[in-house]
T-cell receptor, first 115, second 112 residues
Framework: GAGVSQSPSNKVTEKGKDVELRCDPI?????LYWYRQSLGQGLEFLIY????????KSGLPSDRFSAERTGGSVSTLTIQRTQQEDSAVYLC?????????????FGQGTRLTVV | DAKTTQPNSMESNEEEPVHLPCNHS???????IHWYRQLPSQGPEYVIH???SNVNNRMASLAIAEDRKSSTLILHRATLRDAAVYYC?????????????FGEGTQLTVNP
């Protein structure tokens, strides 16, 4: 595809359930970033990947959050035992590499609602 | 991360130029100045970036002060579609993965 694709676009889940959010970056982009945006708030950095490795996981809010990337392409963000405060839009972005002089391309996000 | 300061909101009229200011007095020599915007219910969208010289692209122009402590994003003719939150971001080597750190941004309203 031409851009960053995220699925599902919307997800409603019950408190305590696990959810998986998927991100398909632009082909060939080695850098991939996850952010979340709570209602009316700014973007909060969660984690980034360089290839398949995640050098910095410090932005993940708790150990219920994990992410992986396989084949240097698709990434999955998993939230276990979801809580209501996890409700937010989860955004994925990719860049050709982790340089200062590159642009990041964002997906449309996954809106997660925990009821 | 070096910080930026932007007005919370600005208004413009359609088809008029818009100048969105950003202060970054603690910028270091290697920091790039990036601008992104976020339209309602969409992910952020890259607008423009620069280091020292002014930059132009099809979307906008970026004017960077000589001392690099401030910059201005210029939309030459605002349209209703330009109504969005505009983020001025310093991309620096100290941020892991050169990640973008978003602040509050400027909410731009375009009046017909």
């Amino acid at each position: 595809g031409a851009g960053v694709s995220q699925s599902p676009s919307n997800k409603v889940t019950e408190k305590g359930k696990d959810v998986e959010l998927r991100c398909d970056p632009i082909s060939g982009h080695t850098a991939l970033y996850w952010y979340r945006q709570s209602l009316g708030q700014g973007l909060e950095f969660l984690i980034y990947f360089q290839g398949n490795s995640a050098p910095d996981k410090s932005g993940l809010p708790s150990d219920r959050f994990s992410a992986e990337r396989t084949g240097g392409s698709v990434s999955t963000l998993t939230i276990q035992r979801t809580q209501q405060e996890d409700s937010a839009v989860y955004l994925c972005a990719s860049s050709p590499w982790t340089g200062l002089n590159t642009e990041a391309f964002f997906g449309q996000g996954t809106r997660l609602t925990v009821v | 991360d070096a910080k930026t300061t932007q007005p919370n909101s600005m208004e413009s009229n359609e088809e008029e130029p818009v100048h969105l200011p950003c202060n970054h007095s603690t910028i270091s020599g290697t920091d790039y100045i990036h601008w992104y915007r976020q339209l309602p219910s969409q992910g952020p969208e890259y607008v423009i970036h620069g280091l020292t010289s002014n930059v132009n692209n099809r979307m906008a122009s970026l004017a960077i002060a000589e001392d690099r402590k401030s910059s201005t994003l210029i939309l030459h003719r605002a349209t209703l579609r330009d109504a969005a939150v505009y983020y001025c971001i310093l991309r620096d080597v100290s941020a892991s993965g050169s990640r973008l750190t978003f602040g509050e941004g400027t909410q731009l309203t375009v009046n017909p």
